[in-house]
């Protein structure tokens, strides 16, 4: 089996494929089978150039348009696959997106903001709240409500801190999530109650995206079943009980197991009142593509 065949690619074997597990700026951590290490690489602008008919309709493609920063369809993200070359220096470039076979991604039901695509080519979306203060289900309802892009991946329910909800109130919290028609485990990485409904996900070869308000437990998951620290965690701050976010950019790791996890940056809302509040994330402009 190739290296990017254990990073999940299910399509035939070719070289110039690669898989992002990180992005830095200008710079993208990929995997790919011509390199035994994680190499880096830069997006090549032109070829992500927006394609836009010459006026009139029937002429060829022409490339005009610059990439609008932001533009989520053009922006590789961690998770992605992509096509890449080197050049004589050897350095390495993306040259484009392949399909995405899954995707998570949050909407401004105003169309104030563009869409935001926040996990890419899962095969579970992990939806995380906590069983303590950050349990709601209306904003579980919004979560599932975006879930309409996944593809063949399915969605389940991570109810995070076990052992600090008294055995009645998970019972209860599980059983109201469970009535949303989803599949839901409560966990505690403390104890480890529960980690074994997790590790059930795991299967050589398949991304488990992690998304859910900062200080969730998101990060201390990964550990978890990574088995040593790989992603920097934080006690949630006390004054608001929210916690900072610890987490700033995405990044795709392997577990023992041969499964991947995408852990990211803690979502969270704006807005007061109602359904329509948006989800955004915190820190996105510090890896967002910048010109
Ligand atoms: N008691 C208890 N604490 C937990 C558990 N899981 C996480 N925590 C604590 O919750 C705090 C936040 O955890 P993180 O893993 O950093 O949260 P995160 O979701 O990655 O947060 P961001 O990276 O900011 O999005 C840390 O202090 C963890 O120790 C758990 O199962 N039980
Ligand atoms: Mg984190």
Known sequence: ????????????VEPGIA????????????????????????????AFARRVRQEGGEGPFRRVERVEEGDERLTPITGDFV??????????????????????????????????????????????????????????????????????AKAVVVLTKRDLADAETAAARLGEVRSLG??????????????????????????????????????????????????????VQEWNGKGRHTTTVRSLVMLPSGAMVVDTPGIREIGMVGEDDAVLVKGESTHRWRK
């Open 182 to 235: 989803c599949e839901a485990v409560a966990v505690s990485a403390a104890t480890g109650e529960g980690m074994d409904d997790i590790r059930a996900y795991e299967s050589p070869g398949a991304t488990l995206a992690f998304i859910g308000s900062s200080g969730v437990g998101k990060s201390t998951l990964l550990n978890a079943l990574a088995g040593e620290e790989l992603a920097a965690t934080q006690e």
């Open 83 to 152: 096509t890449i070359r080197h050049n004589e220096q050897g350095e390495s470039f993306i040259t484009g997106i392949l399909p995405r076979i899954s995707r998570f991604e949050r909407r401004d039901p105003t169309a104030r903001r563009k869409s935001q695509t926040l996990a890419v080519n899962f095969n579970v979306l992990f939806i995380m709240m906590s069983l303590t203060e950050n349990f709601s289900l209306p904003r579980l309802r919004r979560y599932l409500a975006l879930c309409d892009t996944l593809g063949e």
């Open 1 to 12: 089996m190739t290296l990017l065949e254990r990073y999940g690619w299910r399509g035939a």
């Open 19 to 46: 898989r992002v597990t990180s992005a830095h700026g200008d710079y993208y951590r990929i995997v790919c089978n011509e390199s035994a290490e994680p190499i880096l690489a830069r997006k090549k602008k032109s």
